[in-house]
């Protein structure tokens, strides 16, 4: 079986385990509240995320309203998604960029995107899949790890491993396959504790058929 023809298969059985995947950030369908989101899960669990963005939006449901900000405000609401006071700095940038340059919007170019400030290209084909609907490969920790483990991705740089998947995976199916990615993460292959006695994806899994747990 050559790599493209393995990707089909995982893709397929991915799709069998979860057919109505979403994004873990609930964003509520706002590319906003995605956007800013995103930016606060870098190191940081979606779960987390999810617990401060309702206080969050509450005060600030618009860029504007962070790009005019208190000094400290947006900080103290972030506080414990960790590395607060970068991420803060990145959000500000961001939102004065959207209302400078964008009217508030989100783009929808990468070249754009990745203008924004705490934007890389993670996050950039997060929104361009998410938003507009164009795919993307959104190589985060999940991705990288369990595509090296499948024999489909040999990188852990994730601009590598975007450019090795997004040959193998049609771009319609791009952001549904990373987001399946995410969960099957951590449900089945646990970066600690990876169950491979009940994977769907043993009989086709390099790291299985090597006999290495993780």
């Not at 203008?115 to 929104?127: Q, Y």
């Not at 396959?177 to 491979?196: E, K, S």
Request: neutral net charge; charged residues 30%; proline residues 4%.
């Amino acid at each position: 079986m050559n790599k493209k023809e393995k990707a089909k298969l995982v893709d397929e059985r991915l799709e069998a385990l979860y057919p109505d995947v979403a994004c873990a950030l609930e964003h509520h369908d706002d590319p906003f509240r995605l956007l800013i989101m995103a930016i606060l899960s870098a190191q940081c669990t979606d779960a987390r995320v999810n617990l401060v963005s309702g206080p969050l939006f509450a005060r600030f449901p618009d860029a504007r309203s962070i790009a005019e900000s208190r000094e400290g405000e947006l900080e103290e609401l972030i506080r414990s998604v960790g590395l607060y006071n970068s991420k803060a700095k990145n959000i500000r940038r961001c939102c004065r960029t959207l209302v400078d340059e964008f009217g508030g919007e989100i783009p929808e170019a990468m070249e754009d995107l990745l203008r924004l400030g705490g934007v890389g290209r993670k996050v950039a084909n997060l929104i361009r899949g998410d938003v507009f609907g164009l795919g993307g490969i959104v190589a985060d920790t999940h991705c990288i790890r369990i595509t090296n483990k499948l024999g489909l991705a040999s990188s852990k740089d994730p601009v590598k491993v975007e450019r090795q998947l997004e040959v193998l995976v049609p771009r319609q199916r791009q952001t549904d396959f990373c987001h399946r990615l995410v969960h099957f993460g951590r449900d089945c292959c646990i970066a600690r504790a990876p169950r491979c006695d009940a994977c769907v994806l043993a009989d086709c899994c390099d790291a299985c058929q090597k006999g290495e747990s993780a």
